[in-house]
């Protein structure tokens, strides 16, 4: 497997609070796509950073990479009710393939 | 804006039926994908497609098969469909491969009886 964890993680934090998503993958990649799935719905991209990024941000969101230990984490700062989700990590593997961590799902209350 | 399209949205069938789940994507992307997607297993690439004729073997191919026959259509086929296919199946799109970010559709909820 691409991926170190293997079964899906489940976080509950409360509004407001600042939360990390770590993943670690096993061989060499190019990219880390981070992805949040709704419920019901097909998973969309939020981040993508890439081997020479250390740190990339949109909004509320930061990712990190950290390549010499094959590792990636996604921070949500000061997370809303509406940032609950599936977030999946995953790695751009031998050009074509993405290949999918089992993701964490995260459950923000009020 | 990206468009990925699947139907049926949910299909049920029984035991050694036969399965066609659709896919298109209007965004004139070369790279097209199958997944299943499993409670504890995310996502796990069953076939996928660089181009109109072209076919490459994913990481959980057993029982399926799949066709692109134009750039925007892709095809996943179960000829015997078992209850461990019951599963969620989602399509997607990409010009960049695995460089580059994935465009699902809305899934597709099948049931082997």
């Known amino acids: 497997s691409q991926w170190g964890e293997e079964n899906l993680q489940a976080l509950s934090i409360q509004e407001g609070e600042d939360v990390t998503m770590n993943c670690s993958y096993k061989?060499?990649?190019?990219?880390v796509h981070w992805y949040r799935q709704d419920s019901g719905r097909g998973p969309a991209l939020i981040i993508l950073i890439r081997s020479n990024e250390r740190e990339k941000r949109s909004g509320r969101l930061r990712a990190t990479l950290d390549t010499s230990s094959q590792s990636s984490s996604l921070s949500i700062t000061a997370a809303q009710c509406e940032d609950t989700a599936v977030y999946f990590c995953a790695t751009g593997a031998g050009g074509y393939k993405v290949v999918f961590g089992s993701g964490t799902r995260l459950l923000v209350s009020p | 804006e990206a468009a990925v399209t699947q139907s049926p949205r949910n299909k049920v069938t029984v035991t050694g039926g036969n399965v066609t789940l659709s896919c298109r994507q209007t965004n004139s992307h070369n790279y097209m994908y199958w997944y299943r997607q499993d409670t504890g297993h995310g996502l796990r690439l069953i076939h996928y497609?660089?181009?109109?004729?072209?076919?490459q073997i994913g990481d959980v191919p057993d029982g399926y098969k799949a066709t692109r026959t134009t750039q925007e259509d892709f095809f996943l086929l179960l000829e015997l469909a078992s209850p461990s296919q019951t599963s969620l199946y989602f399509c997607?799109?990409?010009?960049?491969?695995?460089?580059?970010?994935?465009?699902f559709g809305p899934g597709t909820r099948l049931t082997v009886l």
């Open positions: 061989t060499y990649t190019t990219v």
């Open positions: 997607a799109s990409s010009d960049a491969g695995g460089e580059g970010e994935q465009y």
């Open positions: 497609s660089y181009g109109a004729g072209n076919l």
